[in-house]
Every structure is written in structure tokens, then in C-alpha cells.
């Protein structure tokens, strides 16, 4: 069975950071593109950064650039996303979803594709909220 476990939510001031952690189980690890996205309730759901673990690729969305930092550990078949200078703007509930089938790429993140791939697996989310 498919598991994705998002774990590290929880409040923070601006400008502080917060590190969220997808736990999977359950598919080979190195063959997936884990993505993060955020929602807020009443708005669309945000691409905000994406790693493919076989080839290291990352990308992030412009609103996140610079401040968040996505990484794997194959063996612990974990990604994790340190969030740095947080904004109120970052404020969402964070989902983790995995694919084999999208690579993580400046290409499928330019083309916005990595955004818009239907994902089979995703995890059940993480509040984040920051406060001003």
C-alpha cells in the first residue's frame, strides 16, 4: 500500500522557518518525482517545489525561490522542505504527492506541467501557518 505521511507543520512567526517531512512507503522511492503543493481553503491549489530523486533535479516556484529548499533521503525514502523567512502568504495546508510517470525538471517546472500532472498518491496535509 501507497503511503505518503506529511509531518513539521505548525506556527510560525514571519521571518521564521519551518521544516515539513513526506514519509513514504509502499513504491520504489528512486523511480518517483515527490512534488509539494499548498492550498488555501477557497483558492487554488500552488505548485511549490518538486525533486526527482533519481536525478537530483529540483524546481520551485517564484514565490518560494530562495526561501524554501527541497531535499531526499533515499534511504529513509523521506523528502523534506525547510521553509526559511516565512511570509502570512506562505500560510496553507502542504500536500506531498508522488508520480512515476513526471520528471522534476526546468522544463516540466517552466511548462508548469510538473504542476499540473495528475498525481496518483498524495498525502493528507500539513497546516502551516505563519503569523505577522
Known amino acids: 500500500e501507497v503511503q505518503l505521511v506529511e509531518s513539521g507543520g505548525g506556527l510560525a512567526q514571519s521571518g521564521g522557518s519551518l521544516r515539513l517531512s513526506c514519509a513514504t512507503s509502499?513504491?520504489?522511492?528512486?523511480?518517483?518525482?515527490i512534488t509539494w503543493f499548498r492550498q488555501v481553503p477557497g483558492k487554488e491549489r500552488e505548485g511549490v517545489s518538486c525533486?526527482?530523486?533519481?536525478?537530483?533535479?529540483?524546481y520551485y516556484a517564484d514565490s518560494v525561490k530562495g526561501r524554501f529548499t527541497i531535499s531526499s533521503d533515499s534511504a529513509r525514502k523521506t523528502v523534506s522542505l525547510q521553509m526559511n523567512n516565512l511570509k502570512p502568504g506562505d500560510t496553507a495546508v502542504y500536500y506531498c504527492?508522488?508520480?512515476?510517470?513526471?520528471?522534476?525538471?526546468?522544463?516540466?517546472?517552466?511548462?508548469?506541467?510538473?504542476?499540473?500532472?495528475?498525481?496518483?498518491?498524495w498525502g493528507q496535509g500539513s497546516q502551516v501557518t505563519v503569523s505577522s
Open positions: 504527492a508522488a508520480s512515476d510517470s513526471v520528471q522534476c525538471t526546468v522544463v516540466t517546472g517552466l511548462g508548469a506541467l510538473i504542476w499540473r500532472h495528475e498525481y496518483p498518491y
Open positions: 509502499g513504491f520504489t522511492f528512486d523511480d518517483y518525482t
Open positions: 525533486i526527482s530523486a533519481s536525478h537530483g533535479g529540483t
